[in-house]
């Protein structure tokens, strides 16, 4: 597995890393199974959320015996101290670990809810107080909003940072530009997500009768030629390091087997190929504010 630099962190991380909602309800005799795979194929950053079902108990029970071996991301949703110090202490205890390598402030939706964590009795003050400690190594954030992001960097400087690295939305609307151009002048790691996926879905219907329940928005794995192509402008164009494929074994999979390829600097023809399909995303696209 080809591993790159996360920023300034000191860690070289997979080309691909592993979102816990792979693990998702399929039962712990295959999330051990899926977590084997990871692991011998060279996957070694595994990214956990406790808003993601039972995956946080299912990974802590399939990491066993590797901890040494990876690094473990972890996310709140609490913007309180209080409230995200009791889901801290709970993460510790489920992942079998006393130390997270990055911990997230995970999903801020706007400039207003970055600020709002940074308030006396909000989690950024605890956060910070983790890392002095060592029980957090870096600090991360998780945003679907591009403004709410660089907000976040006005504020403090981050280690690292999950973002939509989606061609679509930056093909059509700029969506990343911005960002990216704060993450070569500050240097922080650029975790890419929402890179494999098409467009959203059409409708609860087709989601439903998908072989891709658990994604969100449409993947693209059944078109290998677009996956590749996508993947590449991720890196290439909006400045993702490392890639989490969305949150489905087949996904992950496709995109492990197919790493050497997806490394590769983005070409001419990737781009005539991506720009032939945007059309495709008119009114469906995955989001862009």
């Known amino acids: 597995m080809i591993r790159t630099a996360l920023g300034k962190t000191g860690m070289e991380v997979s080309k691909i890393i592993y979102g816990a909602i792979i693990s998702k309800d399929d039962g712990q005799e295959k999330s051990d199974e899926y977590v084997r795979y990871a692991i011998e194929k060279g996957v070694n950053y595994f990214d956990i959320s406790p808003t993601y079902g039972d995956s946080q108990e ?3 029970q399939s990491l066993k015996g590797y901890r ?3 690094y473990i991301a972890a996310k709140t949703n609490r913007r309180k101290g209080e409230e995200a110090k009791k889901e801290i202490e709970e993460s510790l205890r489920v992942l079998n670990t006393d130390y997270f390598d990055v911990y997230q402030l995970h999903s801020v939706m706007s400039p207003e809810d970055m600020e709002n964590s940074f308030k006396e009795d909000g989690v950024m003050p605890l956060l910070m107080k983790y890392k002095e400690e060592g029980i957090i190594k ?4 998780t945003v679907h909003s591009e403004y709410a992001a660089l907000r976040g960097f006005e504020l403090y400087d981050f280690d690292t940072l999950l973002f939509p690295t989606n061609w679509g939305l930056n093909m059509a609307r700029g969506f990343g530009d911005k960002i990216h151009q704060v993450q070569k002048e500050k240097g922080f790691g650029m975790l890419g997500m929402k890179s494999l ?11 439903a009768k998908s072989r891709f329940p658990k994604s969100w928005c449409k993947p693209i794995t059944d078109e290998p030629e677009f996956a590749i192509a996508a993947m590449r402008y991720a890196q290439s164009v909006i400045g993702a390091s490392s890639l989490v494929p969305p949150g489905n074994i087949e996904n992950f999979s496709f995109c492990v087997e197919n790493v050497e390829q997806i490394a590769q600097p983005l070409t001419e023809s990737d781009r005539e190929l991506l720009n032939s399909r945007i059309k495709d995303t008119y009114g469906h696209l995955i989001y862009g504010i």
Do not use: Q, S, V, Y
């Not at 870096?138 to 954030?141: C, K, L, P, Q, V």
């Not at 996926?197 to 989601?207: D, Q, S």
């Open 58 to 60: 299912k990974l802590g």
């Open 138 to 141: 870096n600090i991360g954030i």
């Open 197 to 207: 996926i098409h467009r959203a879905w059409l409708n609860p219907e087709e989601k």
């Open 68 to 70: 040494k071996d990876i």
